[in-house]
């Protein structure tokens, strides 16, 4: 059971990033990106249940889309208008099981994550 995020830079406002987050060890249907930012609790910002249907943070609605290809077990993250408010480390986490219903699920509901892909926004 293995995540890895990759995609993650730097850019100046306004700028745009894709995520992509490479499942291996399992197939995951139940998969989300969070971030944190220094000094600040881990938030989620984009999840995407067992059927496909997408949730995301207020703060990120309408500038990114999360998406998933089954056949390569990988999630991603379209992040478009970024501002330094998105500065931070995102995560990938995944759940082993089925999920379903679009909303943001908490930290504690997700077995497996990634080790952190830095994105800086800064002019």
């Known amino acids: 059971v293995h995540l890895v995020e990759s995609g993650g830079g730097s850019t100046q406002p306004g700028g745009s990033l894709r995520l992509s987050c490479a499942g291996s060890?399992?197939?995951?249907?139940?998969m989300a990106w969070f971030r944190q930012a220094p000094g600040k609790a881990r938030e989620g910002v984009a999840a995407?249940?067992?059927?496909?249907?997408?949730s995301y943070a207020d703060s990120v609605k309408g500038r990114f889309t999360i998406s998933k290809d089954n056949a390569k077990n990988t999630l991603y993250l379209e992040m478009n208008s970024l501002n330094a408010e998105d500065t931070a480390m995102y995560y990938c986490?995944?759940?082993?099981?089925?999920?379903?219903?679009?909303?943001?699920?908490?930290?504690?509901?997700?077995?497996?994550w990634g080790q952190g892909t830095q994105v800086n926004v800064s002019s």
């Open positions: 060890g399992f197939t995951y249907t139940c």
């Open positions: 986490a995944a759940e082993g099981g089925y999920c379903y219903g679009a909303f943001l699920r908490p930290v504690r509901e997700y077995t497996y």
């Open positions: 995407i249940d067992s059927d496909g249907r997408p």
